[in-house]
């Protein structure tokens, strides 16, 4: 069973940093599509940063040049680097997989199929 386990949330202050990872187990990881999403009270799911199997990376553009997804095939493991955190990154982040990165979806959390629990991060001013 393909199940993402995202870790590493907290509380910061802005202008601070964080780096949530997401484990993976029960699939292929390297092959799949791996994406960070987040959701605020209130508001819709929506994509932060998304990898695919070769590398490529779309970023949402409110996080563009202060977040960072990268994934680490030989560990099972995609992280992002949360810097320059601002009150309105404050969120639940899920991590997601899906077996093939689609242009045009890459930010798309209806594409997605598989989800991790969420971690929740909180930026206060």
């Known amino acids: 069973q393909v199940q993402p386990v995202e870790s590493g949330g907290g509380s910061v202050q802005a202008g601070g940093s964080l780096r949530l990872s997401c484990a993976a187990s029960g699939y292929t990881y390297s092959s799949y599509c791996m994406g960070w999403f987040r959701q605020a009270p209130g508001k819709e799911r929506e994509g932060v940063a998304t990898?695919?199997?070769?590398?490529?990376?779309v970023y949402a553009d409110s996080v563009k040049g202060r977040f960072t997804i990268s994934r680490d095939n030989p560990k099972n493991t995609v992280y992002l680097q949360m810097n320059s955190l601002k009150p309105e990154d404050t969120a639940m982040y899920y991590c997601?997989?899906?077996?093939?990165?689609?242009?045009?979806?890459?930010?798309?959390?209806?594409?997605?199929?598989?989800w991790g629990q969420g971690t929740q991060v909180t930026v206060s001013s």
């Open positions: 997601a997989a899906a077996p093939l990165c689609i242009s045009g979806r890459f930010l798309r959390p209806d594409y997605f199929a598989y």
């Open positions: 990898v695919s199997s070769g590398g490529v990376i």
